[in-house]
């Protein structure tokens, strides 16, 4: 067998080619969840009956939903046969007693029609008995509300070189939540079958995790249950822990009826029942050295985890594993905790904790940049891991090598320095429009930090005309992971890509699958997807000897034919071989398994090497803010990310696009609003529509888009050599919120500090120019005063997700109290 990381000649990886489901999803005949549903006859439909309170015990009178036509039974916690909870830790029932947030399911209603379940609904009588609520992180934090157990990363004193440092500054660094928003809302679909077994079509990242639920709910083995996942129509990290409920929902009301059970949200229900990118508060002491080196770090991370625990234990991990971003800081400390709060239950969401953790440093560089008197740019590059150097963690950062060489790329090909030799040009030119030029990098670890989930299979058939079938673990979700598949298997065997096809993902296929998460899906599955093509290859190899009057070791599969060594000599088409072998009665299905090797991680101690390897990346990115209104255009962004030996480069250019301006939505226009205030709505979100909650359209991408992959980057231990690209292009995004914080910066005095809301909305960052020009009116310098997020500093308060009012300053300074005071030289 190869090495996992080596390609044939030809290979049909590292070709440009079509999302496999491309064609369905134009012309909208791409069958989902909802979709198998709808073609079923008989199908009840099911509608949850929400709490209208953040708090409360509540008690429930279901008799009235009966007497509305078309109302077939009431699911409720005395319906449930086995165990009444929805998640892993035990935290979350299905039917809840007491009502932890505004939209929280009591009960669901099944009938004829979903109008019929709906106007149900709204007939049961619920009882509330308030209950104190915490809504915001800084509500829990002072209540002393949190969950799960608290982790620290360390490595040195950060305590004492912080007291050596030259300089010292201290703050608070706010970062909102994010919408999943996927165009396919959760949606779930159970029969059960005349054997007693259930059939689940569920949209998920998990099957085989919804697969364990559904079994819990209902009290049976997990062989009793198939889950399915045709495709999702988006998920983003939403799909991978939230769908078991709803499925479950499904499978009770199929066993309690007899029929089968629609399950799927409308937009409204979606956004305000499910979870969402966990906000962070983060409060931060950094040490510096004369030359503006990072010399330590001390920082308290609380991550708003919602009402259960859900995935925040291993998302704060992964921020926790990522504050250094790029950086080497040899004095470190981040302590992590996660807070409970009266909101939907916070879960993955597209880096899993990476984007928050970084947020912290890159903040913290931006911030102090100007204090220090040197160049943003020159800072960041000042200070990035060298060969040989460690994470805080203890892993070394393999191919540190890669970050000093995308960065100068990426400065010479986007014309970084000319360009922003203009930019300063321009500003002087206008007064009332100023421009920014940024550039930022990414570091991210590729692995599931729960080692046990580095895992995967697949199985392969080749049927006797010559044509394969693949099964996998892993779940589409419109990223293109089967289409990368069908081009590893296509490789692996030695022929075309069109003779190969891709199975729906099932768990009576294949079995204890991971989620499809954590950007490692085409290492673990394309992993297990070769290793089985291999296997049938080999037997194969040894019928095509025979054939061919050559040793077995010497025949070669390629674009669908079977040769010996060398140009002359007969050849045979991979139909021809596969039909001898069936005849000489050799096997041909395999299955395979892939496990990442080299991980070790001890969650105690918050240390090891749970990554396989590093996803590096840059970006550099040019805004114009207009200063009288706040609002902002990308003029153009350049990137060069990479991604390996890529498996499919035109989808993983798409991935590295779609990445960077869902980070950009994320920092700069995506703002979750909650009734934070004593009267009957408290706790309701008042951002629940796309009319409310602004996500990035055409209008906001850049008017030049460059996006370059880095080359001769082969990743030793990956198939085919490639690297991951699903989660590392979101943290680019960064670049623009700072080209903002430049922009912004240029309407001030110069060595001023820029705080920016995040996200920095056009209202936030209007804020932020008005205290810019305040502080220029007022001659201030470095000392000046800045404002606070949402124009704190003009009287309004921070907002829930904003950043706090909080510049960094000289600490232990005597006017350290006083935000806006800048650091003294120590």
């Not at 949606?187 to 099957?207: I, L």
């Not at 089967?482 to 199975?503: D, N, S």
Request: negative net charge; aromatic residues 8%.
């Amino acid at each position: 067998m190869s090495s996992l990381a080596d390609r044939p000649e030809n290979p049909v990886v590292g070709r440009i080619a079509v999302h496999e489901s491309a064609a369905l999803h134009v012309t909208g005949a791409a069958v989902y969840t909802d979709d198998v549903a709808a073609r079923t006859h008989g199908v009840l439909a099911a509608w949850p009956v929400p709490s209208t309170s953040a708090h409360a015990r509540v008690t429930l009178d279901v008799r009235p939903a009966y007497e509305v036509p078309g109302v077939v039974r009431v699911l409720t916690a005395d319906d449930v046969p086995g165990l009444n909870d929805a998640g892993v830790k035990h935290d979350e029932p299905l039917f809840p007693a007491e009502a932890m947030f505004f939209g929280h399911a009591l009960a669901w209603v099944l009938g004829e029609t979903a109008d019929a379940a709906r106007r149900g609904a709204a007939a049961v009588a619920v009882e509330y008995e308030p209950l104190p609520s915490l809504i915001t992180v800084q509500e829990a934090i002072e209540a002393g509300s949190f969950q799960g157990v608290p982790r620290t990363v360390a490595r040195g004193d950060a305590a004492s070189t912080l007291a050596s440092s030259a300089f010292v500054f201290e703050g608070v660094s706010e970062v909102g939540g994010q919408e999943h928003f996927s165009l396919e809302t959760h949606a779930a679909f159970a029969v059960r079958e005349p054997d007693g077994r259930y059939f689940v079509e569920s949209s998920t990242q998990h099957p085989s995790e919804t697969q364990e639920i559904v079994a819990h709910v209902l009290g049976i083995p997990s062989s009793e249950v198939t889950v399915e996942c045709l495709r999702m129509g988006g998920a983003f990290g939403g799909k991978e822990m939230q769908p078991h409920g709803f499925a479950a929902i499904a499978a009770l009301g199929a066993r309690l009826t007899g029929r089968p059970v629609r399950l799927r949200l409308n937009r409204t229900q979606d956004i305000t029942m499910t979870g969402k990118r966990h906000p962070f508060h983060m409060a931060w002491r950094v040490g510096f050295d004369a030359e503006g080196r990072l010399q330590a770090l001390d920082a308290t991370l609380t991550a708003d985890g919602g009402w259960s625990l859900d995935l925040s234990e291993p998302v704060l991990g992964r921020a926790l594993c990522h504050v250094d971003n790029a950086y080497w800081i040899p004095h470190f400390r981040a302590h992590g905790r996660v807070a409970k709060t009266n909101k939907p239950s916070n879960t993955a969401f597209r880096g899993f904790g990476g984007p928050q953790g970084t947020f912290l440093i890159e903040d913290i560089l931006g911030r102090v940049a100007p204090l220090l008197g040197i160049d943003p740019a020159e800072l960041r590059a000042r200070n990035f891991y060298r060969p040989g150097q460690t994470t805080p963690y203890g892993q070394v950062v393999k191919d540190a090598e890669r970050l000093p060489a995308i960065w100068g790329r990426l400065r010479s090909e986007s014309g970084f320095d000319a360009r922003r030799r203009e930019v300063e040009r321009f500003n002087d030119a206008h007064a009332d429009r100023k421009r920014g030029l940024a550039i930022t990098p990414v570091k991210f670890g590729i692995s599931f930090t729960f080692t046990s989930f580095n895992q995967a299979g697949a199985l392969v058939l080749v049927y006797k005309d010559g044509s394969v079938l693949i099964n996998h673990g892993g779940t589409e979700m419109g990223q293109g992971l089967h289409t990368k598949m069908l081009q590893v298997a296509a490789t692996a065997l030695g022929v075309e890509y069109e003779r190969v096809r891709i199975a729906p993902t099932r768990t009576d296929k294949v079995p204890n699958t991971s989620a499809t998460a954590a950007s490692s899906s085409s290492d673990l599955n394309g992993g297990a997807i070769k290793l089985a093509c291999e296997e049938i290859r080999g037997r194969l190899a040894a019928v095509a000897g025979r054939l061919l009057g050559v040793d077995a070791r010497d025949v070669r599969f390629s674009g669908g034919h079977v040769m010996g060594l060398g140009p002359a000599g007969p050849r045979l088409t991979f139909a021809e071989v596969v039909a001898a072998a069936y005849l000489q009665r050799v096997q041909l299905f395999a299955a395979g398994y892939y496990r990442t090797e080299g991980l070790h991680w001890d969650a105690d101690a918050q240390q090891g090497s749970p990554f396989k390897y590093f996803a590096y990346g840059a970006a550099a990115c040019e805004v114009e803010v207009d200063g009288f209104t706040g609002a902002y255009r990308l003029r153009r962004v350049d990137i060069v990310h990479d991604v390996g030996d890529s498996l499919s480069p035109q989808l993983d250019i798409g991935q590295i696009e779609g990445g960077f301006v869902q980070g950009v939505g994320w920092l700069t226009l995506e703002e979750l609003l909650w009734d934070t205030g004593d009267g009957p709505t408290r706790g309701r979100l008042r951002t629940q529509a796309a009319s409310t909650y602004k996500l990035p359209s055409f209008s906001e991408l850049p008017e030049e888009f460059h996006v370059h992959l880095f080359e001769n980057a082969r990743e030793d231990g990956a198939v085919y050599g490639s690297k991951a690209v699903g989660e590392p292009p979101l943290l680019l995004g960064f670049s623009a919120r700072e080209a903002i914080r430049q922009a912004v910066g240029a309407f001030g005095p110069a060595g001023r500090s820029v705080e920016l809301a995040s996200p920095a909305t056009p209202e936030a960052v209007f804020w932020a120019v008005d205290a810019a020009r305040s502080a220029a009116a007022a001659g201030a310098g470095p000392a000046g005063t800045t404002a606070g997020a949402g124009g704190a500093s003009d009287g309004g308060a921070p907002g829930d997700g904003e950043a706090a009012a909080s510049v960094p300053r000289a600490a232990g300074d005597p006017g350290a109290a006083e935000p806006g005071l800048a650091t003294a030289d120590r």
